[in-house]
């Protein structure tokens, strides 16, 4: 278990006598949590930190109006949007749901708190997980206007994912995401079909797949 509790990010950098502390301390509540369970919803309070510390949980977002919605899949060790914890918006970007029986554990805020007043580690940690966030969102907007079209695809792909890892299963219509991208439908079909024809994406009517989202950056 602290193998597993050293691999969060809040908690890197901590030795087991410390969690082992902190464990004590904090009296945790590790909780099972059963196949197809609601975790938290999109536009929910972000007032804990929920940790998956077992199992598979998918995360689905509904953006641009609900024009497009993206769903994902997480591997335990996992923690729900640690960065919106502070902030001037304080709500779940996502809905989660376990995918597979699992467990989980939550940190109230005020623990969080207390937990950054009395480790050193913690608080950098926690600094280090808003600061990379806020560079994400600044990377992926970057230069938008001057790339091409899949580029264009790969940034609002990986501005709406939590994690560039595992597949991403996209719903949205061609022409709601030509005007996401500024491009016209023609070209989005056409730069679709492409991506389908050298194995990058998988494409359905009002959606798209993509096992790698790495594939669709231009070298």
């Known amino acids: 278990m602290f193998e597993r509790l050293q691999q969060l990010p809040l908690f890197q950098g901590l030795t087991i006598k410390e969690l082992s502390e902190i464990i004590e301390w904090m009296k945790l509540d590790f909780n099972q949590v059963a196949e197809g369970t609601r975790i938290v919803s999109q536009g929910d309070k972000c007032n804990s930190l929920i ?55 939550v940190i109230k805020k005020n623990v969080v708190n207390l937990l950054m007043m009395k480790f050193q580690i913690i608080r950098t940690n926690m600094l280090n997980i808003t600061c990379s966030r806020l560079q994400k969102v600044v990377n992926e907007n970057r ?10 695809i790969f ?24 005007d996401m991208i500024g491009e016209t439908r023609l070209n989005v079909s056409k730069e679709l079909n492409s991506m389908k024809n050298e194995g990058i994406a998988k494409i359905k009517r009002g959606e798209i797949i993509i096992n790698n989202i790495n594939d669709l950056k231009c070298k």
């Open 51 to 105: 940790y998956i510390i077992s199992g598979v949980v998918c995360s689905t977002l509904n953006a641009h109006d609900n024009k497009i919605v993206l769903t994902e899949t997480h591997d335990a060790p996992f923690v729900l949007e640690p960065y919106n914890l502070y902030g001037m918006t304080q709500n779940y970007e996502c809905s989660y749901s376990m995918l597979t029986n699992g467990s989980t554990f």
């Open 143 to 152: 230069d938008f206007i001057t790339q091409n079209i899949r580029e264009k």
């Open 155 to 178: 940034r609002v792909v990986c501005a709406l994912s939590s994690t560039k890892k595992g597949p991403k299963h996209i719903k949205v219509k061609m022409e709601d995401l030509a």
